[in-house]
């Protein structure tokens, strides 16, 4: 039930509807173009953090983020090379603040609501105030009709999935800490939302 792509159109129609509660948001047609769209967004050697995101790794964009050769600045990977445990945590909790932090929420309502959840809240603290600005990439099997559907698209589906890949990844289990739900900005341009054709993430 929640992993049906919603068509171009609908993913139009939900385009609109978030331009109007003041997100920017365009719609493409697979990995490649939400890649490109995002290589072109960011002016060079911008501060750009990443959540841990399945969909950015489909899209191709972890990889180009950590190339040699990037245009832009990596400050998760500004952080990898701190050695100083006590340094390292610090500079986490500044990372929400980046000039561009980068994620993909869990739900998007039809009519432009966005909801996101992680267990620590490393990923969503950045989402409603910190970040100058926050890109989210969103693939079209993630629209829900409403708000009580997003609840249960998170809870039924995304949550076993995330739950096995963080047993794989950190060896515990994820848990429900900290949820966000982003239903207007007030800063023109604060938040920009990439609606994909594609399935994408979980």
Do not use: C
């Not at 050769?69 to 006590?86: F, K, M, R, Y």
């Amino acid at each position: 039930m929640f992993n049906q792509n919603a068509s171009r159109e609908k993913l139009e129609q939900v385009a609109t509807a978030m331009k109007e509660r003041n997100f920017e948001a365009a719609v493409v047609k697979d990995k490649k173009a939400a890649l490109k769209f995002l290589q072109d967004l960011f002016p060079k050697q911008a501060q750009v953090m990443t959540a841990s995101s399945t969909t950015l790794n489909e899209i191709g964009f972890t990889d180009f983020l950590n190339a040699p050769n990037a245009p832009v600045t990596s400050v998760h990977g500004l952080i990898s090379q701190e050695n100083d445990e006590s340094k390292r945590h610090r500079l986490r909790k500044q990372a929400i603040m980046a000039e561009y932090f980068l994620a993909s929420p869990n739900a998007v309502t039809e009519d432009g609501i966005i909801v996101a959840v992680d267990a620590t809240g490393s990923r969503v603290g950045a989402m409603p105030y910190a970040a100058e600005h926050l890109v989210l990439v969103v693939g079209a099997q993630k629209i829900v009709s409403n708000l009580d559907e997003a609840m249960r698209r998170i809870r039924e589906y995304v949550f076993p999935k995330e739950d096995q890949r963080a047993l794989q990844a950190y060896g515990a289990h994820s848990s429900f800490g900290k949820w966000v739900i982003l239903e207007r900005e007030v800063v023109p341009g604060r938040i920009i939302v990439v609606l994909v054709e594609e399935s994408l993430g979980f």
